[in-house]
């Protein structure tokens, strides 16, 4: 049954060139992953005759995470990955029948039997967007009872990984781009399917390797590790070392015993007038153990140097195994910190690394790579660029892929407009209103080539125009308003499943390519925009007509009081 949904999605209608598009990439997304009550609402409809009208919903969120003023917008592919593959089996069908009452006539069941997305249109923003509050990410049109079964998994989909890509951003922007990001967080990930996400989208948002093995198989992110303190503590003596001989890096000689070159070159490290009574004696076992891990990695040797005592033990220790290696023609790739004070401790270790560098000759000692990890985040990144550090790359796990600032974006799933009539949510709470009708969105650009600000308008106002003067209103302040002469416009919404429409269809860009969109969106944002601490709020309006349209609907829609 998949194979026929994938042969009607990539028909002539669906202008996918024949493709066919893999199925979500968790086999647990399904058409069950959703709430009840799509499944009771569906119902209703088909009972009333009304789940063949055509509606239009906006998925979209009311605010930025993390007390910014940016959003990165991911998980489209997996949304067209899922209703590319759209079908409920019969299996599937017979739980939900168990989950409704009884009373649910079967002429229900069979309707589901043939429901697939082949009429359902969604038109979003690129993937690997910065995007903005109350602009819809994806606009999705359908069959009313069809587009509600999609709602629960795509908000799934989109929800958490939005917000760990903007995480992701969030750190590399505190970093700079200069350092590189390790997303380190597999083990206290929300589960595998958290961990998994967490590395793809974490990715996009600009770090440069991960250590989850699945994810690099799945998405081609490069995979990076070395060792943990269970290595290093393992080990009690160099005896303990089998095979000690080493051959250089061009092949031409081979060392013997790498063991005792190990050995001298720490004996000339404590002995050296330059370095003297800096260090006193190092754990030895320490020492085997950074040694054992050299003979299995000579061309990727990092060491972790912290299991004993960072500036005792571990620094010398590995420049010893590193001394070692670099006269075989070898080049050690660096040190991880992952406790203590980082900032205090690489500037220790860089100082102590050009010392090695000056005393031995050996060329670009002082540069080797020092890694820190241990609990980072942006506070503690932020913190480190005040204090001063040597740090070049950092490893980031739980505060980075559990989004422990903030728990979810908050993602809803709208109803704006159904068989071409406007709706509109209404509330209390002036914020959760929602914006009816079809619309299209555009970015509009200063001429410093920095966006100004975001505008929706009615799917059949005329577009904004470069040159042009265009009344830009808030949407529900009357006071806030101005008046933009765009020096660039960006038409937002693109199709991405055309359905029955006949329009061209958006390609989905490799991962790697989102990445690069993911830099090149935040690089073009107004810095006050971007900055970590109260940052200048975007601007997002509507057309001074939606802007009517919305306020007159609202009054149209909202029951009038009665005092006695």
Same mark, same amino acid.
């Given at each position: ?289 950074? =040694?054992? +891990? %050299?003979? &299995? ?6 060491? *972790? !140097? ?5 500036? $005792? ?88 892929? =559990?989004? +422990? %600032?903030? &728990? ?6 709208? *109803? !704006? ?5 406007? $709706? ?5 709470d002036v914020s959760k209103v929602s914006i009816p009708c079809k619309k299209r969105s555009y970015r509009l650009y200063g001429k410093e080539g920095y966006p100004l600000l975001d505008i929706m ?75 970590r601490l109260n940052p200048t709020p975007y601007k997002v309006s509507v057309s001074a007509k939606l802007y009517d349209f919305i306020h007159f609907l609202w009054l149209n829609e909202a029951p ?5």
């Amino acid at each position: 049954m998949r194979d026929e949904v994938k042969a009607t999605a990539n028909g002539p209608n669906g202008d996918l060139s024949g493709r066919v598009i893999d199925g979500p990439t968790n086999p647990m997304v399904t058409p069950l992953l959703t709430d009840l009550y799509q499944f009771t609402m569906a119902y209703a409809y088909w009972k009333a005759g009304k789940h063949q009208e055509r509606a239009v919903f906006d998925l979209y969120f009311r605010k930025n995470p993390f007390g910014g003023e940016y959003t990165i917008f991911a998980g489209l592919e997996e949304c067209i990955r899922f209703i590319a593959n759209f079908k409920i089996a019969e299996e599937e069908i017979s739980f939900i029948k168990q989950c409704l009452p009884p009373s649910c006539e079967d002429g229900f069941y069979d309707y589901l039997r043939e429901v697939n997305c082949s009429d359902v249109e969604v038109y979003a923003i690129p993937e690997g967007s910065v995007v903005f509050p109350k602009v819809p990410l994806l606009r999705v049109e359908g069959p009313i009872a069809v587009v509600q079964l999609l709602e629960t998994p795509f908000v799934n989909l989109i929800n958490y990984a939005s917000l760990v890509t903007t995480n992701a951003a969030r750190h590399r922007f505190v970093a700079g781009r200069s350092k590189v990001l390790l997303e380190f967080g597999l083990r206290r990930a929300q589960g595998p399917d958290g961990g998994i996400g967490a590395s793809k989208y974490c990715y996009m948002g600009g770090f440069d390797a991960t250590s989850n093995v699945a994810a690099g198989k799945l998405f081609g992110i490069p995979v990076r590790g070395t060792h943990s303190h269970a290595f290093v503590s393992s080990y009690m003596s160099v005896d303990e070392i089998a095979e000690k001989s080493l051959r250089s890096s061009d092949g031409s000689t081979t060392c013997e015993d790498f063991v005792s070159l190990v050995q001298s070159w720490l004996g000339k490290i404590q002995r050296s007038k330059s370095l003297h009574g800096i260090f006193g004696e190092t754990n030895l076992s320490e020492l085997a153990a950074f =040694t054992s +891990y %050299a003979l &299995a990695f000579p061309t990727n040797f990092l060491a *972790l !140097v912290d299991t004993y005592d960072v500036m $005792r033990s571990g620094i010398p220790n590995f420049c010893a195994v590193a001394l070692a290696l670099h006269s075989l023609g070898y080049k050690a790739i660096g040190i991880r910190l992952d406790s203590g004070d980082l900032a205090y401790q690489s500037c220790e270790a860089r100082k102590f690394f050009y010392s090695v560098e000056n005393e031995f000759g050996v060329p670009d000692f002082g540069k080797t790579t020092i890694t820190a990890s241990n609990d980072l985040n942006e506070e503690t990144l932020d913190a480190l660029n005040k204090q001063g550090h040597e740090v070049n790359a950092y490893g980031i796990g739980t505060y980075l892929v =559990t989004c +422990y %600032a903030q &728990a979810a974006l908050g993602c809803v799933f709208k *109803l !704006v407009e159904i068989n071409n009539q406007p $709706r509109i949510k209404l509330s209390e709470d002036v914020s959760k209103v929602s914006i009816p009708c079809k619309k299209r969105s555009y970015r509009l650009y200063g001429k410093e080539g920095y966006p100004l600000l975001d505008i929706m308008i009615g799917e059949y106002e005329p577009p904004p125009k470069v040159g042009e003067r265009i009344l830009c209103r808030h949407p529900f302040s009357e006071s806030k308003r101005a008046n933009v002469v765009p020096q660039h416009v960006e038409e937002l919404l693109k199709c991405y499943w055309p359905g029955l429409s006949g329009k061209r269809r958006e390609e989905l860009p490799p991962l790697k390519a989102l990445r690069e969109r993911c830099m090149e969106q935040l690089g073009q944002m107004r810095p006050d925009h971007m900055r970590r601490l109260n940052p200048t709020p975007y601007k997002v309006s509507v057309s001074a007509k939606l802007y009517d349209f919305i306020h007159f609907l609202w009054l149209n829609e909202a029951p009038v009081g009665e005092l006695e």
